[in-house]
């Protein structure tokens, strides 16, 4: 199996351990909300578009409402989460760049069902996992930083450094340390719940924190 699919098993598992009312980290979103998301991203035209282009975002989460509303009892909502972990039909566009795509997605999904109700331990990340959510990072996080002046080096605790970006003029660079799955988790906008410490000089970190809040 690829990460992706084994992340996506993951998800599903979290998804089954909550009750379809269950907090996630995701700002209005119980689980049952976000399994709907995960199966009208890879199903939806409009979901799909949604996310990439504001004009359809709120005809996408009025789609996620409508498939959320019918997954509030149990057995509609198991239901619901066995469709998250089918994978998309091989000829739509959601399979064809399934590993780039997907295996952020899914890990980061899974720890807003898992950290939706408050702190719980880090999972333990096979190291074949952590070398494929290091590699996708900078590509998935382009996208937060991009309003960011700063510039932000990450540090894994094991010591391997990335140079994520350099400083906009008149700005420094801050350094953000942790395990490579929270700083996932940071530079993916859930940064209150994640295990990261961001140095660097005081205005410079207070840049940063006002896009990515890490408490």
Not at 83 to 93: F, I, K, N, Q
Not at 95 to 106: G, K, L, P, R, T
Not at 115 to 132: K, M, S, Y
Not at 202 to 213: K, S
Request: glycine share 8%; proline share 7%; charged share 25%.
């Amino acid at each position: 199996m690829t990460w992706h699919e084994i992340e996506r098993a993951q998800l599903a598992q979290a998804l089954l351990d909550v009750t379809p009312d269950a907090p996630t980290l995701c700002e209005g979103w119980q689980a049952r909300h976000l399994a709907a998301h995960v199966v009208l991203r890879e199903r939806s035209p409009v979901v799909g578009a949604g996310i990439a282009v504001p004009a359809l975002s709120a005809r996408a989460e009025a789609a996620i409402a409508r498939l959320a509303d019918q997954a509030a009892t149990e057995g509609a909502y198991r239901d619901l989460v066995a469709r998250v972990a089918d994978r998309p039909a091989r000829w739509h566009p959601a399979a064809w760049v399934a590993e780039s795509a997907n295996v952020i997605e899914f890990f980061v999904h899974t720890e807003d069902v898992r950290r939706g109700a408050g702190p719980v331990p880090a999972r333990a990340l096979d190291p074949g996992l952590v070398e494929a959510l290091w590699s996708h990072l900078p590509r998935a996080a382009a996208g937060r930083l991009r309003p960011v002046p700063v510039g932000v080096v990450l540090v894994r605790d094991d010591g391997i450094r990335h140079h994520l970006r350099a400083p906009k003029p008149d700005h420094g660079t801050v350094v953000v340390r942790g395990d490579t799955g929270e700083l996932v988790l940071y530079l993916l906008g859930r940064g209150a719940a994640a295990q990261v410490r961001v140095e660097g000089e005081a205005d410079d970190v207070a840049t940063i924190e006002a896009v990515l809040p890490s408490r």
